[in-house]
């Protein structure tokens, strides 16, 4: 092809594709380019334009590093995330919502035993969950393994702090005992802003977006059998449960975060100032619930 | 908006675009995030290829330096640059096309007086190359700024060959004469692949593509008063002008590369091996002439 004009290169791209061996890699790579080249006709973009998202996307990809995932963030903050964790999780009804990764998780997470304190120092007002894992019957789901990661009280997650080096606080993987539960002592999560240092931040600024998220702790559960379930649990009345700017919020995961004004904790210990006491069942659904569901 | 589901998600990331305080911005990102959406419901992209996706990403990003720029590469490779190129270069009959910028092109070319061996070494047949820049109507167009670069013998541009440092080779900016002419001596370009080893170069092969540009010589060529052109030559008879790795090639940049067995050159010089003269007239458009052609 010779004479490739604004009209006929959609056309020329998909024919080069059509060799493409990997049947589904050449459906993706298709549907990408008819829609990459439909935005572009769509808003004449200019070339001045083109160069800014090429520096754009390298600046984002520059910013990545073991411990920030640019591009995750601009994925959470366009909807990209939401969209796709709700396409591939489409659960029965009863079964605990899914919500976004997110760029804050590890695959590093110190294991903890059943009742320890995963805070390990992080600052904040101490957290008390009491947590259940049952599958759709409501059967104990026993031996699950439960990723828990969350930012302290300054709204910062351990791997955003480079004093802390490789110190791992409040993050840990636990596991659901013979009765499908695991109690842990952690602080309250706050409010944050998304980093707003890189090229992620510039975008929400220029175009007018606040970085906040409600405050949240996040749940990675996995037990074989099971649809492996990536969620959060939020607060209520959070300032912006309404405009996450991830769009992670769903009404059911509005956690029961109950505020105690100092006393006895539900682990015996003495607490001087508020704490906050939660407990949440997760329910599972079977493996391939979702592929089900979506279908 | 707190029960974000795959219906929803699309109007709730418009509705927070809605403040954006710059309106063409706000059109950009709007159109960006639909066809985004788009896509991924299309496909039903599933978490692991969103994932690879978000790795592919980053690699591109990490791939980048002073010297490469994969994210051009990627943008080139599925036709999105030529279709911007298209775009914002509808020109007037009789103007010469335009085609893609590349990712070779570099701030540094050195100035060379008219007549200057521009190949500095480069290895290849040489090339003795005579350009007139004209208007619409045929005039000259003096003292234009003409920015040359192009790949040698080895399909290598300067920049990829890290033993030449900062060395620059098959690579100028001239100035076009009183007659809008200007001649310089070269090495004929020959076909490459574009880099294959970074994630772009992944693509093509999972993708069941080849990597070849047909061979050209890249021109730049801008004049107070007139649309700057991007452009190339290309040569008759390549094996891949029909199949260009970035969709580049324009019957009408085929240029009138004529090879010699060796004898004397244009120059008045001696060439014992085979030797390429090309004759080219660039013919520039007015400035607002692609504003007015494409609206």
Redo the contacts between chains.
Sequence with gaps: ??????HN??R??LA??A????PR?????S???R?????????????A??EQG?AF??????M?SGKR?E??LL?DT???????????N?LPPGATEATVFGPFHTGDAPPAASGSDIARGAPGDPLFAQIEIVDLQGSPVIDAQVDIWQADAQGLYDVQQPALGEERRARALMRSDAQGRLRFRSVMATPYPVPTDGPVGA?LL????HPWRPAHVHFLIRAPGFHPLTTHLFRDADPY???DVV?????SLIGDFVRHDGGTAPDGSRVDGPYYVLHHRFVLAPSGAAVAA?A
């Design positions: 092809m010779r004479d490739i004009d604004e290169i959609t020329a791209v080069r594709l060799g493409c061996p990997d890699l050449r459906e993706i790579m549907a990408l380019v829609h990459a080249h439909d935005f572009v006709r769509e808003v004449r973009l200019t070339e334009e083109w090429i996307l390298t600046a984002t990809g520059q990545c995932q591009f995750i994925s366009l909807g990209v995330s939401m969209l796709a964790t709700a396409l591939n489409a975008m220029a175009t007018g977006r449960l309404d405009s769009f992670g919020v769903r009404s979506s």
